[in-house]
Nanobody, 120 residues
């Protein structure tokens, strides 16, 4: 079973940086994409960035130029480097992976989230 665990959250002042990590355990037969989502207090979860199997990246307009998504396949890790943080970046960050298992079943798995707090 594929599990995702986020780490690296914390509290920073506006303008600071954090690097989130997502550790992936288990076997993925065929990856479709991996990504990060953000849930601000009182809001629904929103997409932040993703990385396809081919290595293409996409970013929400709100984080473009500030956040960078990357992956280390050898270590089964995914990262989100967050620079120039703003108070509105506060919330829980979730990593996500969607993939096919060997029996052709499509999966969409999530981590438990890591809290980021940005103070002004």
């Amino acid at each position: 079973q594929v599990q995702l665990v986020e780490s690296g959250g914390g509290s920073v002042q506006a303008g600071g940086s954090l690097k989130l990590s997502c550790t992936i355990s288990g076997s993925i037969f065929r990856l479709n994409a991996m990504g990060w989502h953000h849930q601000a207090p009182g809001n629904k979860r929103e997409w932040v960035a993703d990385l396809t199997r081919a290595g293409n990246t996409r970013y929400a307009d709100s984080v473009k130029g500030r956040f960078t998504i990357s992956r280390d396949s050898a270590k089964n890790m995914m990262y989100l480097q967050m620079n120039s943080l703003k108070p509105e970046d506060t919330g829980v960050y979730y990593c996500n992976a969607n993939f096919w298992s060997s029996d052709s079943t499509f999966h969409n798995n999530w981590g438990q989230g890591t809290q980021v707090t940005v103070s002004s």
